[in-house]
């Protein structure tokens, strides 16, 4: 059962189920109690890509103030007085919430945060400061004596610290760059997630995810359209154009087999073109969807319309279901159910279309 599934059977909301799978609630429940929680590197159920998580970590450094050089106090934005610095962004990457054990984790490149019941020490006694170099790792009385010296000392602010913790023989690992352009290439590498390329550079690469329209073709939000497609994505990527510079344009399939050539995102695959030659080329692979294989269709299968000519046309003409009770049996309207009968759509259906010969003598 899904989250939502869950929150709908027991009442609950889905935050709070949330938060009760992911061990933010109800700790000793399930063991977890003192244990870090991170989003375990996925993001609504699909595996994190490292341009994701470089964008992730950009952002939290980004709110970290760092102009006044290596060795001194790093505090985090938007802090007032000396307080800890939070971010909500930092309990997926790390699971704390605490600035300071985000800049931590991060700097020294852990997977997540140390455990709860080990604290970081601030050698510079001042909460907001997220500089690797201040953070010590230690107990919760050394922390409390840490607080009791500030104290007796009449220190309310930072003091210098004369010896910084050294940074590992790679140095701190802080995320930096443009946060549109990492934003962008995000993106990207999370849309190529979802397309199979497994195949090789010229086989089709079908879309994996579950999102997808009526027609079957991959969709997600891209370049502020909500259901931009996947094929025309991809097309757009390859040109290095924006998505919305495609206007009107049609993007073809020139798949060479036919079990994914409407799911295929292969720019190979892909020719842009005009909606004739798009119809075209459906109708010369057979793709084009006709009868109940159409999504308007689906309501009626070519069985009900096959049955409905019969009775209709192999009844002697005095015999004959009217047209209205017909279309009203099948929850259509009398002029198309007029031209079912007639054979003037859904001809693939089968039965007769008109009277027979024999029929005509009876009537």
């Known amino acids: 059962m899904t989250q939502t599934e869950v929150a709908a059977a027991l009442g609950a909301t889905l935050s709070r189920i949330n938060q009760l799978v992911n061990g933010r ?18 993001r609504y159920g699909i595996a994190e890509t490292p341009e994701r998580r470089k964008c992730r970590e950009a952002r939290f450094w980004d709110r970290v103030d760092r102009s006044a050089g290596v060795n ?32 931590f984790t991060l700097a020294n490149g852990l997977q997540q945060a140390l455990p709860s019941s080990t604290l970081l020490r601030h050698l510079c006694d001042y909460k907001p400061c997220c500089n690797p170099a201040h953070l010590l790792p230690g107990t919760k009385s050394e922390n409390n004596r840490d607080t009791w010296v500030a104290r007796k000392e009449g220190r309310a602010g930072a003091k210098e610290v004369t010896e910084p913790i ?7 690992q802080i995320a930096t ?27 089709c690469w079908p879309w994996t995810a579950k999102t997808r329209n009526h027609f079957g073709y991959g969709q997600l939000r891209w370049e502020g359209v ?57 109708a010369l692979h057979g793709t084009q969807p006709r009868g109940e294989r159409h ?16 009775r209709f046309w192999t009844a002697p003409a005095d015999q004959r279901p009217t047209i209205t009770a017909l279309a009203q049996e099948a929850g259509t309207s009398i002029a ?28």
């Open 295 to 310: 999504p308007m269709g689906r309501r009626f299968p070519d069985a009900l319309i096959r049955e409905m000519r019969i």
């Open 25 to 42: 609630t109800y700790k000793h429940l399930h063991g977890t109690a003192g244990m870090r929680v991170t989003d375990g590197g996925e």
């Open 72 to 103: 001194v106090c790093w505090p985090f934005k938007g802090v007032k007085g000396n307080r800890y610095g939070t971010t909500a962004a930092g309990q997926g990457m790390t699971g704390s919430v605490s600035a300071h054990v985000v800049a």
């Open 166 to 172: 050294v940074p590992p023989s790679g140095g701190w």
């Open 177 to 203: 760059g443009d946060l549109a352009e990492l934003d962008r290439e995000a993106r990207v590498s999370e849309f190529w997630s979802r397309v199979d390329r497994g195949g090789g550079d010229d086989a």
């Open 226 to 282: 909500q259901a931009a497609l996947a094929h025309r994505i991809a097309y757009a990527l390859s040109q290095e154009v924006a998505y919305k510079e495609l206007g009107s344009v049609v993007i073809r399939h020139t798949c060479p087999e036919e079990t994914y050539r409407n799911n295929c995102n292969n720019p190979r695959h892909l020719r842009a073109g005009s909606q004739a030659e798009n119809i075209a080329d459906k």
């Open 336 to 363: 198309v159910m007029s031209r079912w009968l007639r054979g003037e759509h859904r001809t693939d259906a089968g039965g007769p279309i008109t009277a027979t010969p024999d029929d005509a003598q009876r009537g």
